[in-house]
């Protein structure tokens, strides 16, 4: 599976309802950012403390299946990007997580509904290959070996 940055920035970028909705972040658990779409007049230092501080929040909030913390950089709502249903992905950390970043004037329910909307699109990929991957990497190892003694 191929990860198209270009698809996934323009996905962030729907979301987005500027000026209160101003950053959508794809992330993993461990903070590392892979994409983000942001209002132009927010720093990419302020995309990178919203990744950070949403890394931790999710550490903290995994248990409840995402996570929501208020903070001077605004409303932060952390998703992980797996199906609902997935009794596999409850036991394993996501692949990505999707962070939004607003003002304290959006509600709760409107980011996690946003969140939700991308998360159901993009999920059924990352679940397919987080199996490939795991699969892959549970395969016996094949050795190879000969009747001939070694010098």
Known sequence: MVLVLSTL???L????????LHTAILLTPEGQLISVASDISRSKDQARIVAGVSGEVWQETREQGHGMVESELGRIVVLPVVKDQDPEADALDPLLLLALNSTNSVEWENLLAKGKTLVDHIAPSMDKFRRDHSQAARSPTV???S????R
């Open 13 to 20: 970028a729907q979301l987005l309802a500027l000026p209160e």
């Open 143 to 145: 050795v190879i070996s």
């Open 147 to 150: 009747d001939r003694p070694s």
């Open 9 to 11: 920035h323009q996905l």
